[in-house]
């Protein structure tokens, strides 16, 4: 089992950043991490993703340039920073872990992943 708690939403105006987290418990080891997020009345949707030694990342083509996925697995932290944030990134953002070994794969649909936190609001004012 895996256990994951979101954190570091928040409102913040277009142009600027906000530092998300995500605290991964359990048996964490050899993990693939995405960040998914939802807006409303829309589908959730890939956003990005790293393999389980951070050598290998994803990300969706709207969030390239500004968004960096990174983990700590001494810690059980993955993180999502994102830059020059606008109004269209406002969403319930996700994390999610993937437990099968994939090694340099790197999935980005969300049937790939087994478990999600509880997500954290990210409101994007413009």
């Known amino acids: 089992q895996v256990q994951l708690v979101e954190s570091g939403g928040g409102q913040v105006q277009a142009g600027g950043s906000l530092r998300l987290s995500c605290a991964a418990s359990?048996?964490?080891?050899?993990?693939?991490m995405g960040w998914f997020r939802q807006a409303p009345g829309k589908e959730r949707e890939f956003v990005g993703a790293?393999?389980?030694?951070?050598?290998?990342?994803r990300y969706a083509e709207s969030v390239k340039g500004r968004f960096t996925i990174s983990r700590d697995n001494a810690n059980g932290l993955v993180y999502l920073q994102m830059n020059n944030l606008k109004s269209d990134d406002t969403a319930v953002y996700y994390c999610?872990?993937?437990?099968?070994?994939?090694?340099?794969?790197?999935?980005?649909?969300?049937?790939?992943?087994?478990?999600w936190g509880q997500g954290t609001q990210v409101t994007v004012s413009s």
């Open positions: 999610a872990a993937d437990r099968r070994p994939r090694g340099t794969v790197v999935p980005i649909t969300a049937d790939s992943y087994n478990y």
């Open positions: 359990g048996r964490t080891a050899f993990t693939t």
């Open positions: 790293i393999n389980w030694n951070g050598l290998s990342t």
